[in-house]
């Protein structure tokens, strides 16, 4: 019957079977004048009126990021959203993939729901899965920026596409960025990253960079504050032209070319600048094994997290690897 389309609507058990059938809209309603008043029990009415005058409300943020975006989805796409999840989802990553969806709830579901499993199925990265890349040293997670986010270095010259495992190259990719975000406070949910181009003599990893554009757009939403880039002259413009592309309008935006490292300053602070780029700070010097923390699991930890990741992955394949 209507009223009781109309009372499910409302309440939390519709958002619950919405979200069990995939679909988190669709909310059906009629007019109230097209309703003969038989139809609809005192006690039903009663509770949609109640239902009716409870409104929506988004958690107070403690992010300053989300803070500024909140104008992206509707209190009440929030709530709807929501509801899908258990308290294992964090509301800040609700928040996150609704933003990225332009604050609908529908497709904000269906990117979320395929990042849980992307993300059950690969993380996390452990360290025997990046052995090289970690040996390597090109990511650098140390100092913040002007406006207090940290900073991923990324000195590209040490990447060879040649010889580089692209699969342990994306993971070790996801490797950084998931140690840089576990440094955030509270008030940061976004990373800035720089890629170090000084010294380049080989021709662009446009495949790494393919790879990269998905794993921003597609399961870190909203992780990237700014992406530094330099040096950049003719030879990095004509790339960019075709890299561009790879990434989504909003990724795009973040991404700011420098004439050379001297236009970094303007950004970040000269203490928290390698002194290889004419900063004050020591960071290209750490050798490779100290950039990161070891990490200490237990041989049974491991196998647990493999097994894991195995049965995630077999429950979605289409789902993939990193």
């Not at 020591?282 to 923390?293: K, M, S, V």
């Amino acid at each position: 019957r209507d009223w009781r389309a109309g009372r499910a609507a409302r309440g939390a058990s519709a958002r619950g079977s919405a979200c069990r059938t995939g679909r988190a809209g669709g909310v059906r309603k009629r007019a109230r004048g097209k309703r003969q008043a038989s139809e609809v029990p005192p006690w039903a009415m009663a509770e949609e009126a109640e239902l009716a005058g409870t409104q929506a409300v988004v958690p107070a943020f403690a992010s300053e990021d989300l803070q500024e975006m909140m104008d992206k989805f509707t209190p009440e796409a929030w709530s709807e959203l929501r509801a899908c999840y258990g308290e294992d989802v964090a509301d800040e990553t609700v928040a996150r993939f609704l933003i990225a969806r332009n604050g609908s709830v529908e497709r904000a579901k269906e990117m979320l729901d395929r990042h849980l499993v992307w993300r059950a199925a690969n993380l996390p990265v452990l360290d025997h899965e990046v052995p090289k890349e970690l040996n390597q040293g090109a990511y650098v997670i140390r100092g913040h920026d002007r406006r207090g986010y940290p900073i991923i270095w990324y000195r590209v010259k040490i990447n060879d596409p040649e010889t580089r495992d692209l699969e342990e190259a994306c993971r070790m990719m996801v490797y950084a960025l998931e140690h840089a975000i576990a440094t955030l406070d509270e008030t940061k949910s976004k990373v800035t990253v720089v890629l170090d181009r000084s010294e380049l003599t080989r021709n662009a990893d446009m495949e790494l960079t393919k790879r990269a554009a998905a794993l921003m757009s597609v399961n870190m939403p909203e992780r990237l504050k700014t992406c530094y880039i330099f040096p950049t002259g003719f030879v990095y413009y004509a790339l960019w032209s075709v890299a561009k592309w790879f990434f989504d309008p909003v990724t795009r935006s973040k991404v700011v070319p420098l004439m050379d490292a001297t236009g970094l300053f303007e950004y970040i602070d000269a203490s928290q600048t390698p002194a290889e780029l004419g900063g004050e700070a020591d960071y290209y010097a750490i050798p490779a094994e100290e950039l990161f923390q070891p990490q200490t699991y237990s041989p049974e930890e491991v196998e647990g997290i493999m097994a894991r990741r195995a049965a995630a992955a077999e429950e979605r394949p289409s789902v993939g690897n990193i």
